[in-house]
């Protein structure tokens, strides 16, 4: 009995350090992806946003919190030239709020809200088919909730925050995490 209790913790033990990691347990950053842009181009996140502080929200164009829009171009204006990037992920997840292609998505966000922070092309946040930015961003607080969930990844390209739709992307406490990692040194 005693050898079969032995021979079997072995086993679980070989069995768990065979295992494949899941990115999480491979120190995979947030930002070790590749993403289409709204216009098709292939995007490194990582060699994009490199050193700097970012606010990553899924965005709709048909949600009653669209007009974040402009909260979140006021915070690029305003943080920008100190290192903070806002990028937008369209998604149509959340009530069909999304249902358009590209193209009009971006006609829609410049001429509405003069939109110049980075926008992609529309992805899944949640389930299966989820991007994997999005599978990593959600891997321990759980699935986004709704359109326009907010997330503060620092120059280290760790999660600082994470904040509902309804919290306003100027916010003080959104502000304060922001202006907390940007006080921040690069790595």
Same mark, same amino acid.
């Given at each position: 009995?005693?050898?079969?209790?032995?021979?079997? @913790?072995?086993?679980?033990?070989?069995?768990?350090?065979?295992?494949?990691?899941?990115?999480?347990?491979?120190?995979?950053?947030?930002?070790?992806?590749?993403?289409?842009?709204?216009?098709?181009?292939?995007?490194?996140?990582?060699?994009?946003?490199?050193?700097?502080?970012?606010?990553?929200?899924?965005?709709?164009?048909?949600?009653?919190?669209?007009?974040?829009?402009?909260?979140?171009?006021?915070?690029?204006?305003?943080?920008?030239?100190?290192?903070?990037?806002?990028?937008? @992920? /369209?998604?149509?997840?959340?009530?069909?709020?999304?249902?358009?292609?590209?193209?009009?998505?971006?006609?829609?966000?410049?001429?509405?809200?003069?939109?110049?922070?980075?926008?992609?092309?529309?992805?899944?946040?949640?389930?299966?088919?989820?991007?994997?930015?999005?599978?990593?961003?959600?891997?321990?607080?759980?699935?986004?909730?709704?359109?326009?969930?907010?997330?503060?990844?620092?120059?280290?390209?760790?999660?600082?925050?994470?904040?509902? /739709?309804?919290?306003? /992307?100027?916010? /003080?406490?959104?502000?304060?995490?922001?202006?907390?990692?940007?006080?921040?040194?690069?790595?």
């Amino acid at each position: 009995m005693r050898l079969l209790a032995t021979s079997l @913790f072995t086993a679980i033990v070989v069995a768990m350090t065979t295992m494949p990691a899941r990115a999480e347990d491979k120190g995979t950053k947030v930002l070790d992806y590749t993403m289409k842009s709204i216009d098709g181009k292939e995007v490194n996140l990582a060699e994009k946003y490199k050193g700097k502080v970012l606010l990553v929200v899924n965005v709709a164009s048909q949600c009653g919190l669209t007009p974040q829009y402009k909260q979140l171009e006021g915070l690029q204006d305003k943080f920008h030239d100190k290192g903070l990037a806002v990028v937008g @992920f /369209p998604c149509n997840q959340f009530g069909g709020q999304e249902p358009d292609s590209e193209e009009v998505i971006a006609k829609f966000c410049k001429t509405k809200y003069d939109v110049s922070f980075d926008l992609f092309s529309k992805i899944e946040v949640n389930g299966d088919k989820a991007a994997p930015i999005y599978k990593q961003l959600t891997a321990k607080e759980g699935p986004i909730k709704w359109n326009f969930e907010k997330f503060v990844i620092g120059r280290n390209g760790e999660i600082a925050a994470r904040f509902s /739709p309804k919290t306003l /992307p100027d916010a /003080p406490e959104v502000i304060k995490v922001i202006e907390a990692e940007l006080a921040k040194p690069e790595k």
